[in-house]
């Protein structure tokens, strides 16, 4: 929930809390000189770029450009705002927040049954599987299936005994209400209207959590081949099928590793994955994937690698999400697999190894497209070839960029054994039906991190001198008083370190600590401000660099200001305005002979 908290309390919180610490329960810290580096969780490196600062509180990563305070640490590695990071980090802090909005407030507390709901069927549920005489076979299949036990706990697996009410009698007995059993999806009432019956029976339950690991639905299979052979929990106040992934938040921080998201089809093949040490995966729901799904996996990657069953069920999954993947920007590819196996039997047959050189050798989603639609035989007919170009043109045709959709219709051409002109007249008419040229479709926009955005701008005269002034500025509090007295922020030419000066000068001004400057919520500014301040910058002397970042920024102010003044006096002479003339001269001169007394 994202309620208004006060400047005051979040400022409490921050102090009380050390990045190092938060820091250090998600990765390995190595000191080194003042600050602390490891390998970064939010890109695949085998160098540590990942740098924490204990005197400044904040982080930064020359890798990626990630950067900011702890509040922007947590924010980035849980998926959290900015309100959910103040809260969170709260607890330890040991200040409590007072709840604002009442509507907000019975929301959440309407939630919480359910929650505890399903986390006492998930208590039940492992035992049955762990101590019941009745799950003995349920031990059996997870033992001939390979599941190591190590495995079943991680994952809480657990099974659903054969009785009508088994559970239903035991929550009840346990306190939770009827009502939210029912809301949940764990009893279904009578079609009398007179009493309920447990939905799972006799099956392996796979308990499904969201990114904050709360139990939010069930997925049960059943141990022979009966039908059907899955039955998931409905959607409920919290729980929706097309906006959550199984094993996903157990796969966050190793997608940030390898940079990639691999998505299955099974409960089983996500956990056999990750039990054989692939732990990037995650699993879709018993239904096809949403822009929901994407919405979510956007705030870890946007490379994925679809790893469906190679029948033809996950084939048609895979081509169904082909115009999802194309129209949100992400990079899809497709990992086939061998006819007849799903990525469990495939890693349990023939090994990691194998199944890791599929993943190597895996093939662009539209290329996946292009050869399962036109399939193994040439085409013959015209009818054939006609229905194939109009099954995968809307899809081409969607490609933002346009190098990249030439190459798919001279491709397409050649495989369909058409005339490419064809298809490109093909592709024209399509666009001129729907209103637009393919030319004025707009590019999908790309964030950039406000460091690397910088770098890019950084072109005018004394660009250099003002990075490296800032620099000094925001590593000695001295330098940056200093600075102060000579120039103001409108002297610097780049606008974010016109920002940044902004906002030290007001730190100075108001008396407050000067780490204060590093406490922003802009996650943009956190990120600049720990990207200019952590990087190393050799000063052979810092005080002749200080002096001459200044006289170089303040020589470029005046040089500007002296072409202003010299087209000014050009036209005053052109006027014959004597006086304007004198006062442009007299300015002209006091520029040219000024001196900055350092």
């Avoid at 190591?148 to 939770?176: H, M, V």
């Avoid at 600590?513 to 922003?520: G, L």
């Avoid at 500007?560 to 006096?569: C, F, H, I, K, S």
């Amino acid at each position: 929930m994202d309620r208004f908290i006060p400047d005051e309390l979040i400022e409490r919180i921050r102090e009380g809390v050390d990045i190092i610490s938060v820091v250090s329960e998600h990765l390995s810290l190595k000191k080194t000189g003042q600050n602390y580096t490891g390998l970064c969780p939010f890109h695949s490196e085998k160098t540590p770029s990942f740098v924490v600062s204990p005197t400044k509180q904040i982080f930064h990563c020359f890798g990626c450009g990630a950067g900011g305070n702890v509040f922007h640490f947590l924010m980035k590695y849980e998926n959290l705002t900015f309100p959910q990071a103040v809260r969170s980090l709260s607890e330890r802090a040991g200040i409590s927040i007072p709840e604002i909005s009442k509507r907000d407030e019975k929301i959440e507390d309407a939630k919480e049954p359910l929650y505890k709901a399903n986390e006492s069927a998930m208590e039940f549920f492992s035992r049955n599987l762990a101590e019941a005489k009745d799950g003995e076979r349920a031990r059996q299949y997870l033992e001939k299936r390979g599941i190591e036990k190590k495995t079943i706990q991680e994952f809480n697996i657990g099974y659903s005994l054969p009785q009508w009410d088994a559970a239903y009698r035991y929550l009840r007995q346990k306190g939770i209400e009827t009502a939210a059993l029912e809301k949940t999806g764990l009893i279904i009432r009578k079609d009398s209207g007179d009493g309920f019956y447990d939905r799972f029976r006799e099956r392996l339950i796979f308990p499904i959590f969201d990114l904050k690991k709360r139990v939010i639905g069930f997925g049960g299979r059943v141990l022979d081949d009966s039908l059907p052979k899955y039955i998931n929990s409905p959607e409920s106040p919290i729980y929706i099928k097309g906006e959550n992934l199984y094993c996903l938040e157990k796969a966050r921080q190793e997608i940030g590793k390898r940079g990639y998201l691999l998505i299955v089809e099974g409960y089983l093949d996500a956990i056999m994955t990750y039990q054989k040490g692939i732990k990037n995966a995650a699993a879709t729901l018993g239904t096809a994937l949403t822009p929901g799904h994407l919405r979510l996996i956007k705030r870890f990657t946007n490379n994925i690698v679809l790893v469906f069953d190679p029948d033809s069920a996950g084939k048609k999954a895979a081509i169904r999400s082909a115009t999802l993947f194309i129209e949100s920007g992400m990079k899809a590819k497709v990992a086939s697999l061998s006819e007849g196996t799903d990525p469990d039997t495939f890693l349990r047959v023939n090994g990691v190894e194998a199944f890791v050189d599929k993943l190597k050798n895996s093939e662009k989603l539209l290329d996946f497209v292009i050869r399962e639609t036109k399939g193994k035989e040439a085409l013959s007919s015209i009818d054939e070839k006609v229905r194939v170009a109009d099954e995968v043109l809307p899809l081409i045709s969607r490609l933002p960029n346009k190098i990249e959709r030439n190459a798919y219709v001279r491709r397409h051409a050649e495989e369909i054994q058409l005339d490419e002109k064809d298809i490109f007249a093909e592709l024209e008419n399509r666009a001129q039906k729907k209103g637009f040229k393919q030319e004025d479709r707009k590019q999908p926009l790309k964030r950039e991190a406000a460091s690397d955005n910088l770098q890019k701008r950084m072109v005018h005269p004394g660009a250099k001198a003002e990075e490296m002034l800032i620099h000094l500025m925001l590593n000695d509090e001295s330098i940056a008083k200093r600075v102060k007295d000579h120039l103001s922020p409108d002297d610097f030419k780049e606008p974010l370190f016109k920002r940044v000066a902004g906002i030290v000068y007001n730190v100075i001004e108001s008396g407050k600590e000067f780490n204060t400057v590093f406490k922003t919520e802009d996650a943009e500014m956190a990120s600049l401000f720990s990207a200019l301040s952590m990087r190393e910058l050799d000063y052979d002397d810092r005080e002749q660099s200080f002096y001459d970042c200044v006289q170089k920024i303040k020589g470029a102010g005046i040089k500007e200001r002296l072409q202003v003044l010299q087209q000014r006096l050009k036209d005053a002479e052109k006027s014959g305005d004597k006086d304007s003339r004198n006062r442009i001269l007299e300015e002209i001169k006091a520029l040219k002979s000024g001196i900055i007394n350092l």
